[in-house]
């Protein structure tokens, strides 16, 4: 089994960061829709702690023992655009959940942030110069047809995401951590080493999702895994079918080598809509869902206690905005300190986050969360100033022009902001900075898209023809451990914005420290390094972060076994261990 079941949690402490969506299925990041990625080395055995025995609860003596079979329904206001959580498109973390029961990888991240051996037999032997990673797989690994889950699996992922003259090759996630692999050597069966060219410190995140290389080889893997996956499965659920737009069916891998799978299926049922999901919820159509925690919510949710329950944690997924640094006006840096100084951060939390978790705070820094023994709060020199984000733009040589709005060299500073449609906390954080900045002389209008359909808006110039339709928009990233994938996230390679930078905001600086940053293994040198750069990243304010997003896990009370998992391993990470109770 993959961890023991602990009921609670709350991360104190703990070395965190970003990671887009993707890094989850991939080796990437994702976005919360949409995930970055960096790591500590893995601890000796004299310094692991004995997992604790799961702590029974009223609930669990209430509800009896877990049965085998039946059907769990997992309620989700966003869908995937396709299920090929390598590619750009994918980068989502509602197609991690998909394939976190399907393509196991070498480590599975734990709700307290370690990583614990899935696919290894142990931890993974590295060695520091030249640096390389020895990965052996368990030997009862395989495939649900039959087939061994073997080094030639690792190779095929691995050549699969670096394969620059493959069609699919510019829609990779990221490569990173992947392009330091000079050369590897498949020792037997289950044993593969990689060699890099430099340490890379964040070795841990790689290969989190492995490819069945005797089913997708020769494929076109630009689109194979877009509309529905293949029927072997390494996890302990087998993809169905989809119907997109309604949900998604997963049935029990008879053939799971990790341990018994007690459900028969897993159904995501697919509603863009927070409230339609809660009161479906309470009204028993659906049996787990974990959805943004707003207010009223969690109010609600107390209140059927008799029916379900709910966990709460604060984790790696920071909510803020981005700007879209090659729209007219945003393109300047004194337009978006201004922004970022007319934004009442404070005002924010206290009115949407801390009523639902009082530990909440602004977060000052976009790479270290604020519960991270390396947080600097780099982004404090931004904190609510009205007075001095008019007085910036009037340094500026901005005027004001119609409706006390200002202009800059021409331009009005009128901007849309963008997020998902149907979740009202994001439709009030809208509202909150649309009424601070109409303040300052900067016109703020409000235009959303239903569910996962506003993700569609986000990309690099390259992948929507040029400028990309929005101009600031409002989402979360879905965290890792470590904060490396950030350099796929923000970084650049000369002028070209990398994979996952839809700002197009491009330094040669935090670039260069982002990559310094991933191939420092020692964990205070690297942290040093990751502040530096968001130093430079506050600096130039191309991103907004405004806090650390609560995560909720709710589920009936005859379900046993799920346990909040606030990274991108997302929730699905133990789904083997999943059952209804009688």
């Known amino acids: ?230 029927d072997v499965s390494g996890g302990p659920y087998i993809f169905d079918s989809w119907d997109r737009g309604t949900q998604l069916r997963l049935v029990k891998n008879e053939n799971y080598w990790d341990g018994d799978v007690m459900l028969d299926e897993i159904i995501f049922r697919y509603v863009p809509d927070t409230t339609t999901l809660t009161n479906q919820m309470i009204g028993g159509e659906i049996d787990m869902y974990d959805p943004q925690p707003q207010i009223e919510l969690v109010q609600t949710l107390e209140g059927a206690s008799d ?80 007075d001095a984000a008019i007085s910036l733009l009037e340094e500026n040589g901005c005027t004001r022009g119609d409706g006390d709005i200002f202009e800059c060299d021409g331009t009005r500073l009128s901007f849309r902001i963008s997020t998902t449609g149907g979740n009202e906390r994001r439709e009030l954080t809208q509202q909150l900075i649309q009424a601070d900045l109409q303040q300052v002389g900067i016109e703020i209008s409000i235009e959303n898209d239903e569910g996962a359909t506003f993700f569609e808006r986000l990309n690099t110039p390259d992948n929507c023809g040029g400028v990309c339709d929005y101009d600031i928009g409002l989402f979360a990233w879905v965290g890792s451990p470590d904060p490396s994938g950030n350099a796929n996230i923000y970084g650049c390679d000369g002028d070209e914005p990398r994979a996952q930078n839809w700002t197009a905001w491009c330094s040669e600086e935090i670039t260069n420290l982002m990559d310094e940053a991933n191939s420092t293994v020692d964990p205070e040198a690297n942290a040093d390094l990751w502040n530096q750069a968001a130093q430079v990243f506050a600096d130039g304010a191309p991103v907004v972060p405004l806090f650390q997003q609560p995560q909720l896990l709710a589920f009936a009370n005859d379900i046993t076994g799920p346990q909040l998992n606030p990274t991108n391993a997302t929730q699905f990470w133990n789904s083997s261990e999943w059952a209804r109770t009688e």
């Open 1 to 230: 089994m993959r961890s023991p079941s602990i009921r609670r949690w709350r991360g104190v402490g703990l070395v965190m960061a970003a990671a887009l969506v993707v890094t989850a299925c991939g080796g990437g990041d994702t976005a919360e829709e949409p995930e970055p990625e960096t790591t500590e080395p893995a601890p000796t055995d004299d310094d692991t702690e004995e997992p604790e025995e799961p702590e029974e609860t009223e609930d669990d003596e209430q509800a009896g023992g877990p049965v085998e079979g039946g059907t769990i329904l997992f309620g989700d206001e966003q869908e995937p655009t396709i299920l090929n959580g390598w590619l750009i498109d994918g980068n989502s973390l509602v197609t991690s959940k998909v394939n976190a029961n399907i393509f196991p990888g070498a480590y599975v991240i734990q709700p307290d942030f370690s990583y614990a051996p899935w696919l290894l037999d142990g931890e993974a032997e590295f060695t520091e110069d030249p640096f390389s990673v020895t990965y052996t797989i368990r030997e009862e690994a395989v495939w649900s047809d039959g087939e061994p889950i073997d080094a030639e699996d690792f190779v095929f992922t691995f050549e699969t995401i670096m394969d620059e003259e493959a069609a699919w090759a510019d829609q990779i996630t990221s490569r990173n951590g992947y392009d330091l692999i000079t050369d590897y050597e498949v020792v037997d069966e289950k044993t593969v080493t990689f060699n890099f060219e430099e340490p890379y410190a964040a070795w841990q995140l790689l290969f989190s999702g492995i490819l069945p290389q005797h089913v997708l080889e020769g494929e076109d893997f630009t689109t194979v895994l877009n509309d529905e996956l293949p």
């Open 307 to 386: 029916q379900l329950q709910y966990d709460v944690g604060l984790g790696p997924v920071w909510e803020h905005i981005d700007f879209n640094t090659l729209v007219d006006g945003l393109d300047r840096e004194y337009v978006r300190q201004a922004i970022a100084l007319g934004i009442n951060r404070e005002q924010i939390v206290d009115t949407l986050v801390r009523p639902v978790d009082p530990e909440a705070e602004v977060l000052n820094n976009p790479f270290w969360m604020a519960n991270s023994e390396f947080y600097e709060p780099v982004y404090s020199q931004w904190d609510y100033d009205p």
